[in-house]
Each structure stands twice: as C-alpha cells, then as structure tokens.
C-alpha cells in the first residue's frame, strides 16, 4: 500500500465523527451502494457472514425507527442486523454471546469510515428499543437489530471528543492498572 493510501485512510479514521444533523440532500445511489458494499466486506467469524442490512428510505419507518430525532432527518438509514443462526450453528453459546458483536461491530465501523470518505456523515447508533424495531422491520425470531445508522449530508462539524492518551491505555506485556486508574483519579481533583 501506498503511503499515500496509509495517509488517506488515517486521515478518515481521525476525522470521522458522529454526525446528528442532516442537510435535506439526497445520497446517490452509487454513493449507497458503496456504504453497503463497505459493511459486506468486514471480516466475520469463521466467515459466517451473519451480518444483514436494510435500507431505509421510506420516511414514516425513519420516524418510527428511532426516539433520537435526528435518525428522522437523515436521506437514508441503515439497520444492521444478524442471522443468528448463521454463527449459532457453528459456534453456539461463543457465536450469541461473542461474535455477532465482533461480526456487526466491525460492518458498522467499515460503513461509517466509507460514509466521511464519500462526504457524509453518520452516526453509531445503539440506543433502542429492539422489540419495537423487530417489529417494524418484520424480523423474525432469529434475526436481531444491532445497530441504526443514519446517514445524509452533515450540517454541523462537530469538535473532537476528548480522549484518554494512548500511552495511558496501551499496556506493556500485561495490565497496568496502576497508570490508568492514576489517570482516571486525575481528572477527578
Ligand atoms: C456502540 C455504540 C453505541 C452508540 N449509540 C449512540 C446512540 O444511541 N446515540 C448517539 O447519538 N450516539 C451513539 N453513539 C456515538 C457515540 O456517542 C460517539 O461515537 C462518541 O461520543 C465519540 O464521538 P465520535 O463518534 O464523534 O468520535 C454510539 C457509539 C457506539 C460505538
């Protein structure tokens, strides 16, 4: 890879923000195509491909979908869900409890870093009510809504949040428990 490449996609992975404010304008499809195409191609355990999308377009399930305003706004959300089956039938009790997380987790971050590379923005967004998004989205027993990502054209550029230094979370050869809770303790006094 170039270093032009490494560049680029650092530049992304710094960048990148939540976005909870959406101008009115549409997203080519070409421009969906990609975002979903970024998610298919996110590694998955043993291959298994658990991982689903739909695409939401229709605005009264956008309004529906979600108590965050701002989902209503986007052009168009994505809801990632899993076949739980496809990993359960493999890996059982480790597929429930661990890899769809790691599976989906993985499809999300991928769609929201091709989102800024295209110029748009989005947002990870966990907090719902699941029963009510099954329900909506006719999901039947096996399939689990994981994430919604609202995604339009960003109308706000927010600051960056605030992190915890890397050398304070990055470990040597085993957990230094000391360095990060001294840290944490800082920020208290
Ligand atoms: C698992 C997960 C769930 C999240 N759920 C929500 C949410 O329900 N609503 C929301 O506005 N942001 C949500 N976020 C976005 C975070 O608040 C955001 O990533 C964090 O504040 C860091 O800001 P940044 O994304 O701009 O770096 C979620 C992020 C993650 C990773």
């Known amino acids: ?15 990148r923000r939540s976005i909870r404010s959406f101008t009115d304008r549409e997203i080519p499809e070409s421009a969906l195509m990609k975002i979903l195409e970024a998610g298919w191609q996110a590694p998955s355990a043993g291959n298994r491909q658990p991982v689903e999308f739909i695409l939401i377009k229709d605005p009264s399930i956008k309004q529906k979908i979600s108590a965050q305003e701002f989902v209503e706004e986007a052009a168009a959300v994505i809801v990632v869900i899993v076949n739980l089956e496809r990993t359960t ?3 059982g009790d480790r597929g429930e409890k661990m890899y769809i997380y790691h599976d989906s987790g993985a499809a999300v971050q991928n769609m929201l870093l091709m989102c800024k590379a295209l110029g748009l923005g989005s947002c990870w967004i966990g907090a719902f009510n699941d029963e009510r998004v099954s329900k ?6 096996h399939v689990l809504p994981m994430a919604i990502i609202p995604i339009g054209y960003p109308n706000e550029d927010p600051e960056p ?8 979370i990055v470990h040597k050869d085993r957990y ?12 208290v006094d």
Do not use: A, G, H, Q
């Not at 890879?1 to 960048?15: A, K, Y």
């Not at 949040?161 to 050398?167: N, Y």
């Open 1 to 15: 890879m170039s270093s032009n490449s490494v560049d680029t996609i650092f530049e992304i992975i710094l960048n």
């Open 89 to 91: 039938s493999r890996y």
């Open 136 to 141: 909506l989205l006719e999901l039947p027993e």
């Open 161 to 168: 949040p605030r992190k915890i230094p890397l050398d304070k």
């Open 176 to 187: 230094e428990e000391t360095k990060i809770k001294e840290y944490l303790m800082s920020l």
